[in-house]
Structure formats: structure tokens, C-alpha cells
């Protein structure tokens, strides 16, 4: 009997190895290539196939998985090929200039959302440049209008590349750029408001002597009045014996609207100094932050800046009066 299922045992092993024999040639059991890989690394290479083709210029139709996850890698650089010195020399006060710089883009992928943007120095008055891309080898002219500083007296600023990095973050690249001005005379200044945060109080000059000087309230946290930039000027724009104002109080939930608002002088973007009827039999609330970042004065005081200042006279906003000095590095 054993004889028997010995016999059947051995059948069975001969007809699987014929089977495994005939598996071996047939082309249909040719196993394959390139084994299918599984969902989640198919969505991984196609995402990574997809950063690649936005940001380089490398084919990406053939090549490993890891051939495409090294030129995933960005190496982002650029290079100063040229840039406009100052030929004419030294400026005059508030001469407005422009500084360029022609960048390469010297790295292996294309910078996205790049712009000239301002890091640090005496700001000159100059804005960022607008948003534009660099391809891969590409060279590209980026400019910066500035205006010189109001005193005489050597000023610099500097300005590095900002962009946008295939994961989205927000980057900076090397070399920095500087504008290096030499300024050259002065604007007689017959006429000078200093506004001291600390102190909280006006100063008027005239002819290098102090005129008059009085207790402000101005603006409060969240709202400060601001400091004016080391090498820069404010300077009063526009005036009006009353004017209506309005805006929204931050972190209060409000807008206010507030009519006639008396002696109105502004100086930089919406800022000014003006009389503050509100004020009147609150005295004590001069001499503190209070405003929403206006210089807000007693009404009759108010009246005699106004009627003393002028159209284009200088302010100067400071933590402290002494901080005035640094305005002056000639002096």
C-alpha cells in the first residue's frame, strides 16, 4: 500500500517540475523587467517628476528614482555680472537716483518670485523691486530708485535677492548689494520740527535756535508714531485748516470718523500733526502714547506750529532729541 501512494507522490513531483520547466520558456511567464512599483512610491515619483520638470531644465522622461530625486535638489545661486556706479559723483541733498545690477542665475534651477529687497543701511527712500523670475543661465537687470538723504554726509545701504524656493519657503541669496552715496551740501534749514517719542513733545526750530516746544500725545501701542529713517527726512507735504479723518482702530473692532479736525499738517503717508479738540479739559493725557499714530496737539498750540510751518519744511521723528544728532554726521 505504501508502494502505492510513493508511486502517486512521485507523479505528482514529476508533473510539477515539468510545470516549473515550461513556465521557465514560455514567454508568458516571463517575469517582468521592471517591477510595477506600488501606489504610494508611483505617486512619489510622479510628484517628484513634476518638481523637477517646473524648476529645471533636465528631461525627465528617463532616469531612476534616484536620478531624479538628486536633480530635485536645488542649488540655487547667482552672480554679479555688472552694476551702475555713481560716474556723476557726489549728489545733492534729495536727488533722486538709480541704482541696477545685472544678475545671473549661475545654479541649476530655475528662482521664482525673486525681488531686490532692502536689508539694512540708510533706506534712502527705496523700494523693492518688482517680482520676476530667472531661468536657468539667465541674466536679468534689477533696479532700485532712491532718493538721497536731506544732510550731507556718506550713506549706505544694503539689498540682497529674496525668492520663493520649490518647497515654498521664502529664501535669500548672496552676494549683497550695496548703494554707497556720497551727499554733498545741504538744504538750509531755516526751518526744523523734531518730535521726540520719550519725551513726548514738539520741538520747532528756527535758524539753528529753538522757537517753541510743546506736550504731544502720540501714537499709542500698536499704532506708533513712526521713527524717521537714520539718513531720511519727513517732510510736510500738505496742510489744511481742517479736515475730516477716518480709519480703523485695530484690536478695538471700530472705525472711526471724525469731522473738521483743525490745523492739519501731514508729513509722511497718513500721518500728521493736528489739534485734538478731544483734548480739551484731558490736559493730562499729553505727554503719553494715546493717538492712533498722528501727533495730536492742544488746538491753540497746534494753530501757532501751523501758522509757522511751512510747505516742505523737515520733520524728524526720534526716540530721543539727542538721536536728532545722528541725522547730522557732518555736523
Same mark, same amino acid.
Given at each position: 500500500?505504501w508502494?502505492?501512494?510513493?508511486?502517486?507522490?512521485?507523479?505528482?513531483t514529476?508533473a510539477?517540475a515539468i510545470a516549473?520547466?515550461?513556465a521557465a520558456?514560455?514567454?508568458?511567464?516571463?517575469p517582468?523587467?521592471?517591477l510595477?512599483?506600488?501606489p504610494?512610491?508611483m505617486?512619489q515619483e510622479?510628484g517628484i517628476?513634476?518638481?523637477?520638470s517646473m524648476h529645471?531644465?533636465?528631461?525627465?522622461?528617463d532616469g531612476?528614482?534616484e536620478d531624479?530625486l538628486e536633480?530635485?535638489?536645488?542649488?540655487y545661486k547667482?552672480m554679479?555680472?555688472?552694476e551702475?556706479?555713481?560716474?556723476y559723483?557726489?549728489?545733492?541733498?534729495?536727488?533722486e537716483?538709480?541704482r541696477?545690477w545685472?544678475?545671473?542665475?549661475?545654479?541649476?534651477c530655475?528662482i521664482?518670485?525673486s525681488?531686490l529687497?532692502?536689508i539694512?543701511g540708510?533706506r534712502? &527712500?527705496?523700494e523693492?523691486?518688482? #517680482?520676476?523670475?530667472?531661468? *536657468?543661465d +539667465?541674466?536679468? $537687470?534689477y533696479?532700485v530708485?532712491?532718493?538721497?538723504?536731506?544732510?550731507?554726509g556718506?550713506?549706505?545701504?544694503i539689498?540682497?535677492i529674496?525668492?520663493?524656493?520649490h518647497e515654498?519657503?521664502?529664501?535669500?541669496?548672496?552676494p549683497e548689494l550695496?548703494i554707497d552715496?556720497n551727499?554733498?551740501?545741504?538744504i538750509?534749514?531755516d526751518?526744523?520740527i523734531?518730535?521726540?517719542?520719550?519725551e513726548?513733545m514738539?520741538?520747532?526750530f528756527?535758524?539753528?535756535?529753538?522757537?517753541?516746544n510743546?506736550?504731544?500725545?502720540?501714537?499709542?501701542?500698536?499704532?506708533?508714531t513712526?521713527i524717521?529713517?537714520?539718513?531720511?527726512?519727513y517732510q510736510i507735504?500738505? &496742510?489744511y485748516?481742517?479736515t475730516d #479723518?477716518?480709519g480703523?482702530? *485695530?484690536? +478695538?473692532?471700530? $472705525?472711526?470718523?471724525?469731522e473738521?479736525v483743525p490745523?492739519?499738517?501731514y508729513f509722511?503717508?497718513s500721518?500728521?500733526?493736528?489739534?485734538?479738540?478731544?483734548?480739551?479739559?484731558?490736559e493730562?493725557?499729553l505727554g503719553?502714547?494715546?493717538s492712533?499714530?498722528?501727533?495730536?496737539l492742544l488746538p491753540?498750540?497746534?494753530k501757532?506750529?501751523y501758522?509757522?510751518?511751512n510747505?516742505g519744511d523737515?520733520?524728524?521723528?526720534v526716540?530721543q532729541?539727542?538721536?536728532m544728532?545722528?541725522y547730522?554726521p557732518?555736523?
Open positions: 500500500m508502494g502505492k501512494y510513493y508511486q502517486l507522490l512521485l507523479n505528482f514529476c510539477l516549473a520547466s515550461a520558456v514560455s514567454p508568458i511567464f516571463n517582468p523587467k521592471k510595477a512599483l506600488p504610494l512610491a505617486q510622479e517628476r513634476r518638481k523637477v529645471t531644465n533636465h528631461s525627465v522622461d531612476t528614482i531624479l536633480r530635485s535638489g536645488c542649488d547667482i554679479l555680472v555688472d551702475n556706479a555713481h560716474e559723483g557726489p549728489l545733492a541733498p534729495v536727488t537716483f538709480v541696477s545685472k544678475l545671473k542665475n549661475v545654479g541649476t530655475k521664482e518670485n525681488q529687497v532692502y539694512g540708510q534712502m &527712500k527705496g523693492s523691486s518688482d #517680482m520676476t523670475s530667472l531661468d *536657468l +539667465e541674466t536679468k $537687470e533696479s530708485s532712491s532718493t538721497a538723504p536731506f544732510f550731507a556718506d550713506y549706505k545701504s539689498w540682497l529674496r525668492y520663493i524656493d515654498g519657503q521664502t529664501k535669500y541669496l548672496y550695496f552715496v551727499v554733498d551740501g545741504e538750509p534749514l526751518k526744523l523734531v518730535i521726540s517719542l520719550d513726548q514738539l520741538y520747532a528756527e535758524d539753528g535756535e529753538l522757537k517753541f510743546y506736550f504731544i500725545r502720540s501714537g499709542m501701542y500698536g499704532y506708533e513712526p524717521t529713517p537714520l539718513g531720511d527726512v507735504y500738505i &496742510k485748516d481742517k #479723518m477716518n480703523y482702530a *485695530l484690536g +478695538e473692532g471700530y $472705525e472711526y470718523y471724525i473738521d490745523w492739519t499738517m509722511y503717508e500721518y500728521a500733526i493736528h489739534g485734538a479738540p478731544w483734548l480739551l479739559g484731558k493730562y493725557l503719553s502714547p494715546g492712533h499714530g498722528c501727533i495730536n491753540g498750540q497746534a501757532i506750529v501758522d509757522w510751518a510747505v523737515p520733520v524728524l521723528v526716540d532729541l539727542s538721536d544728532l545722528d547730522f557732518d555736523q
